[in-house]
């Protein structure tokens, strides 16, 4: 006579039960969302992007007295606008990357972005051989090069694909290229960053 009363009962309570256990997930969710990431974590928005392929400039003249040395082999990566050649150190040409250890603040997340630079050429040339022609020479002593890979222009590969700046001070070859960069909010562009000289030189 109780039986089916009871069965009710228990209807009613499983019921419940599932209600309870969906609000619970829900809540426990939204806490999990809402939390921070640990410290050290990548930021939210994804940190690697598809680079555009290199496209052909024309190249700048050499510097008066520079002779347009050609310079060819395979080419080890020593930060995002400077690499080495047969042991000779080549800064790219109009260009100038994020150094090394800077960083950038992404969606209020420091963002090693000078270590991406690198990582960008890196991939890019991947130790194959390239050919640079040398422009001018620095105060340091390295070779100002226009670089090539396989025809293809490196210098304004990495500020097309926003993983450096256009560097007027010395040249404007790369300016298009940096405002289609900025445009599309392209590597560091997705960013808040110092601009790599000011970086280095302080209130200069």
């Known amino acids: 006579m109780f039986r089916p009363r009871r069965r009710l009962l228990r209807g009613r309570w499983a019921v419940v039960l599932a209600v309870l256990v969906g609000v619970l997930g829900g809540v426990l969710l939204a806490l999990d969302l809402s939390s921070p990431a ?18 052909a400039i024309p190249a700048p003249q050499p510097a008066p007295g ?23 150190r080549i800064r790219l040409h109009g260009i100038d990357a994020p150094e090394k250890a800077q960083t ?13 630079a690198t ?3 890196d991939r890019l040339i991947g ?24 025809g293809q222009d490196v210098n304004a590969w990495m500020v097309r694909n926003g993983w450096a700046v256009a560097y007027r001070r010395f040249s404007d070859a ?10 599309a909010r392209r590597g560091i562009w997705s960013s808040r960053f110092e601009m790599p000289e000011s970086h280095r030189h302080p209130g200069r």
């Open 104 to 116: 950038c603040l992404r969606n209020g997340w420091l963002w090693e972005c000078g270590r991406d």
């Open 174 to 183: 790369y300016v298009g290229a940096e405002a289609e960069a900025r445009a």
């Open 66 to 88: 520079t002779g347009g040395l050609i310079i060819t082999g395979r080419a080890s990566i020593i930060d995002g606008d400077t690499i080495e050649v047969r042991g000779r």
């Open 119 to 121: 990582a960008a050429l």
């Open 38 to 55: 640990p410290r050290g974590a990548p930021p939210p928005s994804a940190v690697f992007q598809r680079d555009l392929p290199a496209a």
């Open 127 to 150: 130790g194959r051989a390239v050919t640079c022609t040398e422009l001018d020479v620095d105060h340091y002593g390295r070779s100002v090069a226009q670089c090539l890979l396989n």
